[in-house]
């Protein structure tokens, strides 16, 4: 079993829908809560970050931490066909911080 | 600010030679870190470098290596290349200065082609 699980979808969602992405994981020792999109062929680019248990907005983005449950969430309020594109969750702990383990990604496409 | 930079952005090898792959990371970021993505694999870990020294690895066996300058530019090494090396390799570099909110940014990678 991967230490993170992350439905690789993928999801199809209308225009001007709130989407929600989830991630879960099963060590413990994880802190650091990264949301990265990634379009075809591009390298991953930094939505969001959150240490330890809570929530941040960011605009149309909310991060969810929820470590009791080992549960991550993003949320996109009123999806844009540009936000099509693959979202991969990412995790570390306080040791070896920079070896973040990255989730298998969920492809959303958004419909115009 | 320039962002992370990798060169080449791509590259056709053979099986058994060898590659050097280059990132300058985003300007007074001290952390780079090296990403191999595969398709069956997803995005993995390979290895850290901080002031020259390597941090942390990941697991993956000995072909893979790196090192980074004095400049925080890193370079990363495969020698003896095998089909299942066919990847998009990615750098990120991070400013680490010990706060929480350092995190790393991604550069567009390279992808290596084995045949």
């Known amino acids: 079993q991967k230490e993170v699980e992350q439905d690789p979808g993928p999801l199809s969602v209308p225009e001007g829908a709130i989407v929600s992405l989830n991630c879960t994981y099963s060590n413990s020792a994880f802190q650091y809560f990264m949301w990265y999109r990634q379009y075809s062929r591009k390298g991953p680019e930094l939505l969001m970050y959150t240490y330890s248990s809570g929530n941040k907005e960011d605009g149309r983005f909310t991060a969810q931490v929820d470590k009791s449950s080992k549960y991550i969430s993003l949320f996109i309020r009123d999806s844009q066909p540009s936000d099509s594109a693959t979202y991969l969750c990412a995790m570390s702990g306080d040791t070896g911080r920079r070896a973040l383990t990255f989730g298998s990604g969920t492809r959303l496409q958004v419909q115009p | 600010k320039a962002g992370v930079t990798q060169t080449p952005r791509y590259l056709i090898k053979t099986r058994g030679q060898q590659v050097t792959l280059s990132c300058s990371p985003i300007s007074g970021h001290r952390s780079v870190s090296w990403y191999q993505q595969t398709p069956g694999q997803g995005l993995q870990f390979l290895f850290e470098y901080f002031s020259e020294t390597q941090r942390n690895k990941g697991n993956f066996p000995g072909r893979f290596s790196g090192r980074q300058f004095s400049n925080s530019r890193s370079e990363m090494n495969v020698s003896t290349l095998e089909l299942g090396d066919s990847a998009l390799y990615l750098c990120?570099?991070?400013?680490?200065?010990?706060?929480?909110?350092?995190?790393?940014?991604f550069g567009p990678g390279t992808r290596l082609t084995v045949l």
């Open positions: 990120a570099s991070s400013p680490d200065r010990g706060a929480r909110t350092d995190t790393q940014y």
